[in-house]
């Protein structure tokens, strides 16, 4: 009878645990650091992934920075505040996926040129601070993002954990980001709706 696939022997070892296996994969291919045989993703197309990722997170942060710069002072400055926090954590984000990229044998692309057309946040300024389209246009670039590193995550799989827990740390803070914002739509919303309330009145 045939065996499942993948399955050992009975009573042998995992081929984890057989040390001159482990150690002879080990020693192929010493240049690739940390990337080893058993690591089964498709670099290229994966490094290519985080690369977009990359310039999304910095576009993101960029945008961020332009609308909390754009946010009327002072009633407004709590807003401008989480603005800024939120691009503090699109460039620490960006930061993450370049060293991961780096670990894989790439290297991260910040070439400005290149940027806009890898990410897949549209970049929109607001001058005029209309606080409804600031929130609106973050509020879907970070839900773009949720999407994106949701696939990212099923995409990679168990091929290579490391890339994999990178990316859902990257998506909690992105869901916490959209969460917080679309409470902030919500109540811009109900003060449009309501302005008297809006005033105590």
């Known amino acids: 009878m045939t065996r499942p696939s993948g399955r050992e022997h009975p009573g042998s070892q995992p081929a984890v645990l057989r040390t001159r296996e482990v150690r002879d994969r080990a020693l192929c291919d ?7 045989p058993s690591n089964r993703t498709d670099l290229t197309a994966g490094t290519r992934l985080l690369n977009v990722l990359l310039a999304s997170m910095v576009v993101s942060a960029l945008q961020y920075e332009q609308h909390a710069a754009a946010v009327p002072a002072p009633s407004a400055r709590p807003l401008a505040d989480f603005l ?4 503090d954590r699109d460039r620490d984000s960006a930061r993450l996926l370049a060293a991961r990229i ?10 400005p040129q290149h940027l806009g057309a890898r990410s897949r946040i549209a970049f929109r ?10 929130v609106t246009q973050n509020l879907v670039g970070a839900r773009i993002l949720v999407q994106t590193l949701q696939e990212a ?6 091929d290579d954990p ?13 869901e916490d980001q959209a969460g917080r914002l ?3 739509s919500a ?11 809006r005033h105590g009145t």
Not at 125 to 134: E, K
């Open 84 to 87: 800024r926090a939120c691009a």
């Open 153 to 158: 995550v099923r995409w990679v799989g168990d």
């Open 187 to 197: 109540h811009q919303q109900a003060a449009r709706e309501h302005p008297a309330a």
């Open 125 to 134: 300024a607001f001058p005029d601070g209309d606080l409804t389209a600031i």
């Open 102 to 111: 780096r670990q894989l044998g790439a290297t991260g692309e910040y070439d």
């Open 182 to 184: 679309s409470a902030q």
């Open 30 to 36: 010493l240049d690739d650091g940390p990337v080893t």
């Open 162 to 174: 490391t890339t994999r827990r990178l990316l859902e740390r990257l998506l909690e803070t992105k």
